[in-house]
Nanobody
Framework: QLQASGGGSVQSGGSLRLSCAASGKISSINDMGWYRQAPGKERELVAAITIGGVTNYADSVKGRFTISRENTQNTVSLQMNSLKPEDTAVYYC???????????????WGKGTQVTVSS
């Protein structure tokens, strides 16, 4: 249902862009967001955006990352600037989707994409 792209390796201070597209028999998509999980750590919220465009960021990425979505395309993107080694993690796309045949929306996850930032 969710296909993520982007990621890769970059040096400290560099930029990367992650994109995620939802597919299927979608009625509507509520919140969309990005989470990350570093080795030995729990998965954490990086950024989220509501259907109306209200955003929420982890304190550690404020001012550096920007989340956006295109509702007509069912996509969400994460522009990551001024990357730091501590941003290294597997990044996961998340969306709360109501499918045509469902009574309530459910959370869906994309496969993780690796982001590695070297110093």
């Amino acid at each position: 249902q969710l296909q993520a792209s982007g990621g890769g390796s970059v040096q400290s201070g560099g930029s990367l862009r992650l994109s995620c597209a939802a597919s299927g028999k979608i009625s509507s998509i509520n919140d969309m967001g990005w989470y990350r999980q570093a080795p030995g750590k729990e998965r954490e919220l990086v950024a989220a955006i509501t259907i109306g465009g209200v955003t929420n960021y982890a304190d550690s990425v404020k001012g550096r990352f920007t989340i956006s979505r295109e509702n007509t395309q069912n996509t969400v993107s994460l522009q990551m600037n001024s990357l730091k080694p501590e941003d290294t993690a597997v990044y996961y796309c998340n969306a709360r989707i109501l499918l045509l045949y469902q009574l309530r929306p459910l959370d869906y996850w994309g496969k993780g994409t690796q982001v590695t930032v070297s110093s």
